[in-house]
DNA sequence: CGTCGACTTGACTAAAATCAAACCCGGTGG
DNA sequence: CCACCGGGTTTGATTTTAGTCAAGTCGACG
């Protein structure tokens, strides 16, 4: 900040361990040593407004992302014009990992608010990863925590009913926010109707209609984006398409 | 090669260069010395039967697998007991790399014949992709690609019409016979009906109404699972959603 | 205070699920 | 050889659900 040091442990903890992704990197183990490596990577901080454009479809892979404040969405369209949503990117959440396959982006990555973005060169990042092996273990971990998130996606869509598309939506939504944080019961949605929609496979009209539903319900409470959760059980019944229910079959803990 | 080493050329040429792999290994330039490195992974063959279970949802991260023969299915069951196709494996395809993320298989894997599969026992090729610079880049760009085809069975999912979802289930699936050097336009599902039905998020009526009404407009012929496709640009044409038209609308480059 | 965009709600229509019955085909055994 | 299963598949009739079209309502912002 002061010395014309090019690299150094200062600007190290600025870059890394403050960041979001620290949560991300850190747990499984990675020392002080290895910290020196992935300074290499040298991340960017960039800035951007709603609705920016971060990678559109096609662009190269140049590196992955990590929003330190604000959400995305990435977004694929279709040859037909439609606008399927891909995945939502909270803040500490990693995107922009779709173009490792094939070398190239698949979506395109929005700023859905005014947003703080945490860039990292992809191939530094798989260079240090291949000079530090518990960096190598983390980066492939991240890369299928990533493909998780895909699953988690496909778990939603390929239910059949409406209702339960959507509960499970707001549960798991949920439980990223607590992941990141923040009250998981609590929370003011990033993203419009429409949006959630075009994640869901859904028009924006079934997914109001849904949340209406679980609010009459009393499951939750909804005014425009402000969401919560009242009957968390519920909410986790109504995912599971047991409708009517009050209590799903679904038994964790000792019945204490 | 004539030498009595425990580990030769020929026998890597069996377990590697002769397997399916292969062609997804081998492209990206990993040379004859690379080769010697991933002979220390000592892939394992096995046989299955139709239904038997490869791994189960928890098990831990073992090994990736290929099929060499027969086709595999990975499902996973939601807490209200149905059963969800999370993919379909045919053989050289790679799988299992689900539990890359959390430590464990989030799905089991299935076989729909009998089959023999090579498993890879993934701490051993991630160590030695840690060694092997270019060994590495193909581990990331192989788990990319995994990714790759759950982006394509969320694309296919977040379609509204089934008619699209089907006709974009047999273009992919065709693409990927392609892929593994079989004919693209003429083949047997290695799947039931209710299969196909459990992948795309419907159920089995609508997937035998959807084949049928593609045969009935003279796009496929089917007789159970034999699938031949006879206008694959209608068939495009329909997994785009543009029913009536035989043109889409969908031009690429120049308008000529 | 008015306007615009996002959201909700309602009435109607189209599509897929459900329920139920046949059908086809490969295999078995008489 | 043929009758008879039985699973997987097709097809039909009906119900349920989500999509569509069209008003409204809400709320932020100038």
Redesign the interface.
Known sequence: MSEPIPLDLARLRRSCVECSLHALCMPAGVDAQDLAHLERVVPRRRPLARGDVLFRTGDPLGAVYVASEGSFKTV?V???G?E?V?GFHLPGELFG??????GQH??EAVALSDARVCELPFNQL?QV??QV?SL??Q???I??????L??D???V????QASERIALFLHGLGERLRRIGRPADDFQLPMSRDEIA?YL???LETVSRGFSRLHEDGVIEVRGRRVRILDARALQAAA???EGDDL?P?RRRSPG
């Open positions: 694929a279709t040859p037909a439609e399927h891909l990992l779709d173009a490792v396959g094939s698949r979506c798989a990863a291949a092996p190598q273990r980066l492939l971990r890369m299928g925590q990533s493909a998780d895909d699953h996606h496909v778990d869509l390929a239910r059949r075009r496979g859904l028009v599971s398409g047991c799903p679904q």
